[in-house]
Protein backbone atom coordinates (compact mmCIF):
# COMPACT_ATOMS: atom_id res chain seq x y z
CA UNK A 1 0.00 0.00 0.00
CA UNK A 2 1.04 3.52 -0.62
CA UNK A 3 2.21 5.57 1.87
CA UNK A 4 3.51 9.25 2.98
CA UNK A 5 6.25 9.69 5.88
CA UNK A 6 7.51 12.81 7.45
CA UNK A 7 9.14 12.13 10.47
CA UNK A 8 8.95 15.68 11.99
CA UNK A 9 5.79 16.94 13.77
CA UNK A 10 7.66 19.91 14.50
CA UNK A 11 10.81 21.59 12.61
CA UNK A 12 11.51 25.14 14.00
CA UNK A 13 13.90 27.75 13.04
CA UNK A 14 15.16 31.06 12.86
CA UNK A 15 14.39 33.36 10.32
CA UNK A 16 17.19 33.39 7.47
CA UNK A 17 17.82 30.15 8.35
CA UNK A 18 17.58 26.84 5.64
CA UNK A 19 14.90 24.63 5.68
CA UNK A 20 14.19 21.41 4.83
CA UNK A 21 10.91 19.79 5.50
CA UNK A 22 11.49 15.75 4.91
CA UNK A 23 8.92 13.56 3.13
CA UNK A 24 9.42 9.85 2.25
CA UNK A 25 7.01 7.89 0.49
CA UNK A 26 6.13 4.02 -0.48
CA UNK A 27 5.19 3.30 -3.79
CA UNK A 28 5.92 1.00 -6.46
CA UNK A 29 4.29 2.59 -9.19
CA UNK A 30 5.28 6.10 -10.49
CA UNK A 31 4.14 8.79 -8.08
CA UNK A 32 2.59 12.14 -8.55
CA UNK A 33 4.07 14.07 -5.78
CA UNK A 34 2.63 17.56 -4.04
CA UNK A 35 3.05 19.83 -0.84
CA UNK A 36 0.17 21.49 0.93
CA UNK A 37 0.60 24.10 3.01
CA UNK A 38 -1.78 25.52 5.26
CA UNK A 39 -1.27 28.59 7.12
CA UNK A 40 -3.32 29.90 10.13
CA UNK A 41 -6.76 29.76 10.16
CA UNK A 42 -6.82 29.26 6.06
CA UNK A 43 -7.73 26.40 3.89
CA UNK A 44 -5.13 23.72 2.71
CA UNK A 45 -3.48 25.29 -0.26
CA UNK A 46 -1.13 23.60 -2.67
CA UNK A 47 2.33 25.02 -2.49
CA UNK A 48 3.85 22.73 -5.55
CA UNK A 49 4.00 19.96 -7.51
CA UNK A 50 6.78 18.33 -8.84
CA UNK A 51 5.55 17.81 -12.39
CA UNK A 52 5.27 21.45 -12.76
CA UNK A 53 9.53 22.12 -11.17
CA UNK A 54 8.29 25.68 -9.99
CA UNK A 55 9.49 27.28 -7.29
CA UNK A 56 6.90 28.52 -5.18
CA UNK A 57 7.60 31.73 -2.62
CA UNK A 58 11.30 30.29 -2.59
CA UNK A 59 10.52 26.43 -1.80
CA UNK A 60 11.52 24.04 -4.61
CA UNK A 61 11.20 20.21 -4.06
CA UNK A 62 12.76 17.49 -5.94
CA UNK A 63 11.73 13.96 -6.06
CA UNK A 64 14.24 11.21 -5.29
CA UNK A 65 13.08 8.06 -6.81
CA UNK A 66 16.14 5.99 -5.07
CA UNK A 67 15.14 7.52 -1.90
CA UNK A 68 11.68 8.05 -2.46
CA UNK A 69 12.00 11.06 -0.84
CA UNK A 70 10.46 14.39 -2.02
CA UNK A 71 12.33 16.71 0.36
CA UNK A 72 10.80 20.36 0.55
CA UNK A 73 13.77 22.81 0.62
CA UNK A 74 14.02 26.66 1.39
CA UNK A 75 17.56 28.46 1.58
CA UNK A 76 15.99 31.49 3.61
CA UNK A 77 13.16 30.85 6.13
CA UNK A 78 10.83 33.39 6.49
CA UNK A 79 8.37 34.15 9.31
CA UNK A 80 5.71 34.00 7.09
CA UNK A 81 6.54 30.72 6.08
CA UNK A 82 5.48 29.49 9.61
CA UNK A 83 2.28 27.39 8.73
CA UNK A 84 1.32 23.31 8.94
CA UNK A 85 3.10 21.34 5.61
CA UNK A 86 1.54 18.68 4.30
CA UNK A 87 3.12 15.88 1.82
CA UNK A 88 0.96 14.09 -0.58
CA UNK A 89 1.06 11.61 -2.78
CA UNK A 90 -1.50 10.68 -5.80
CA UNK A 91 -1.94 7.09 -7.75
CA UNK A 92 -3.09 8.67 -10.77
CA UNK A 93 -3.06 4.94 -12.12
CA UNK A 94 -6.09 4.01 -9.20
CA UNK A 95 -8.09 7.89 -10.23
CA UNK A 96 -7.05 10.93 -8.54
CA UNK A 97 -6.71 10.51 -4.82
CA UNK A 98 -4.23 12.10 -2.44
CA UNK A 99 -2.70 9.91 0.32
CA UNK A 100 -1.09 12.59 2.94
CA UNK A 101 1.36 12.10 5.33
CA UNK A 102 0.59 13.30 8.66
CA UNK A 103 2.09 17.11 8.08
CA UNK A 104 5.13 19.16 9.83
CA UNK A 105 4.19 22.28 11.73
CA UNK A 106 6.98 24.65 10.49
CA UNK A 107 7.68 27.50 13.14
CA UNK A 108 9.92 30.39 12.06
CA UNK A 109 11.43 32.31 14.93
CA UNK A 110 12.88 36.12 14.77
CA UNK B 1 -15.10 33.14 -7.95
CA UNK B 2 -15.46 32.21 -4.39
CA UNK B 3 -13.26 28.71 -4.71
CA UNK B 4 -14.54 25.79 -3.36
CA UNK B 5 -16.91 26.24 -0.55
CA UNK B 6 -18.76 23.70 2.22
CA UNK B 7 -21.44 24.09 4.63
CA UNK B 8 -21.82 24.25 7.13
CA UNK B 9 -18.68 25.45 8.98
CA UNK B 10 -19.56 23.62 12.08
CA UNK B 11 -22.00 20.91 14.04
CA UNK B 12 -22.62 19.60 16.85
CA UNK B 13 -24.20 15.73 16.25
CA UNK B 14 -24.93 12.92 19.23
CA UNK B 15 -23.89 8.77 18.49
CA UNK B 16 -26.55 7.60 16.47
CA UNK B 17 -27.52 10.23 14.34
CA UNK B 18 -26.66 10.47 10.36
CA UNK B 19 -25.17 14.25 9.42
CA UNK B 20 -25.19 15.54 5.69
CA UNK B 21 -22.58 17.81 4.62
CA UNK B 22 -22.24 20.07 1.54
CA UNK B 23 -19.56 21.34 -1.42
CA UNK B 24 -19.45 23.58 -4.10
CA UNK B 25 -16.85 23.05 -5.92
CA UNK B 26 -14.79 25.42 -8.02
CA UNK B 27 -16.08 27.19 -11.04
CA UNK B 28 -15.11 24.86 -13.74
CA UNK B 29 -14.27 21.66 -11.81
CA UNK B 30 -16.66 18.58 -12.58
CA UNK B 31 -15.16 16.20 -10.05
CA UNK B 32 -15.69 16.53 -6.34
CA UNK B 33 -13.37 14.35 -3.27
CA UNK B 34 -14.18 14.26 -0.22
CA UNK B 35 -11.35 13.97 3.13
CA UNK B 36 -11.68 13.39 6.59
CA UNK B 37 -9.18 15.25 8.57
CA UNK B 38 -8.62 13.75 12.40
CA UNK B 39 -7.19 15.99 14.89
CA UNK B 40 -3.33 16.00 14.94
CA UNK B 41 -3.29 13.89 11.39
CA UNK B 42 -3.51 14.30 7.70
CA UNK B 43 -6.55 14.20 5.56
CA UNK B 44 -8.09 10.57 4.67
CA UNK B 45 -9.54 9.80 1.30
CA UNK B 46 -13.11 8.95 1.33
CA UNK B 47 -14.75 9.21 -1.95
CA UNK B 48 -14.27 10.62 -4.89
CA UNK B 49 -17.62 11.79 -7.39
CA UNK B 50 -17.35 12.27 -11.05
CA UNK B 51 -20.01 12.34 -14.03
CA UNK B 52 -22.55 11.82 -10.47
CA UNK B 53 -20.93 9.09 -9.95
CA UNK B 54 -18.88 7.68 -7.34
CA UNK B 55 -14.91 6.79 -9.32
CA UNK B 56 -13.19 5.38 -6.13
CA UNK B 57 -13.41 4.79 -2.34
CA UNK B 58 -11.27 4.67 0.16
CA UNK B 59 -10.94 2.27 3.57
CA UNK B 60 -14.02 3.82 5.36
CA UNK B 61 -17.44 2.22 5.74
CA UNK B 62 -20.15 2.25 4.07
CA UNK B 63 -21.95 4.45 7.03
CA UNK B 64 -20.23 6.70 4.80
CA UNK B 65 -22.53 7.82 1.34
CA UNK B 66 -22.19 10.59 -0.98
CA UNK B 67 -23.47 12.20 -3.59
CA UNK B 68 -23.25 14.44 -6.48
CA UNK B 69 -25.43 16.60 -8.76
CA UNK B 70 -26.12 17.75 -12.26
CA UNK B 71 -24.25 21.31 -11.58
CA UNK B 72 -21.10 18.97 -9.65
CA UNK B 73 -22.11 20.58 -5.91
CA UNK B 74 -21.78 17.05 -3.88
CA UNK B 75 -23.04 16.08 -0.70
CA UNK B 76 -20.89 13.24 2.40
CA UNK B 77 -23.68 11.87 4.20
CA UNK B 78 -22.98 10.16 7.48
CA UNK B 79 -24.90 7.76 9.50
CA UNK B 80 -25.33 5.74 12.62
CA UNK B 81 -22.43 8.39 14.00
CA UNK B 82 -20.05 7.38 16.33
CA UNK B 83 -17.59 9.29 18.38
CA UNK B 84 -15.10 8.44 16.24
CA UNK B 85 -16.80 10.55 13.26
CA UNK B 86 -15.28 13.74 14.97
CA UNK B 87 -13.33 15.01 12.62
CA UNK B 88 -12.51 17.96 9.87
CA UNK B 89 -14.51 17.29 6.94
CA UNK B 90 -12.96 18.53 3.62
CA UNK B 91 -14.05 18.81 0.02
CA UNK B 92 -11.64 19.59 -2.88
CA UNK B 93 -12.48 19.75 -6.51
CA UNK B 94 -10.97 19.35 -9.41
CA UNK B 95 -11.05 19.60 -13.39
CA UNK B 96 -11.07 15.72 -13.79
CA UNK B 97 -9.83 16.62 -17.70
CA UNK B 98 -6.86 13.96 -16.97
CA UNK B 99 -4.40 12.28 -14.77
CA UNK B 100 -3.06 13.99 -11.79
CA UNK B 101 -5.44 17.01 -11.90
CA UNK B 102 -4.62 19.38 -8.83
CA UNK B 103 -7.17 19.48 -5.96
CA UNK B 104 -8.66 22.59 -4.68
CA UNK B 105 -9.29 22.48 -1.17
CA UNK B 106 -12.29 24.40 0.62
CA UNK B 107 -12.47 25.22 3.85
CA UNK B 108 -13.99 22.27 5.73
CA UNK B 109 -16.91 21.26 7.93
CA UNK B 110 -15.67 20.56 11.52
CA UNK B 111 -18.11 17.70 12.94
CA UNK B 112 -17.83 17.19 16.42
CA UNK B 113 -20.13 13.91 17.90
CA UNK B 114 -21.31 13.72 21.38
Known sequence: AQRVTQPEKLLSVFKGAPVELKCNYSYSGSPELFWYVQYSRQRLQLLLRHISRESIKGFTADLNKGETSFHLKKPFAQEEDSAMYYCALMRVEYGNKLVFGAGTILRVKS | ?114
Do not use: M
Open chain 2, 1 to 114: DAGVTQSPTHLIKTRGQQVTLRCSPKSGHDTVSWYQQALGQGPQFIFQYYEEEERQRGNFPDRFSGHQFPNYSSELNVNALLLGDSALYLCASSSGTGVADTQYFGPGTRLTVL
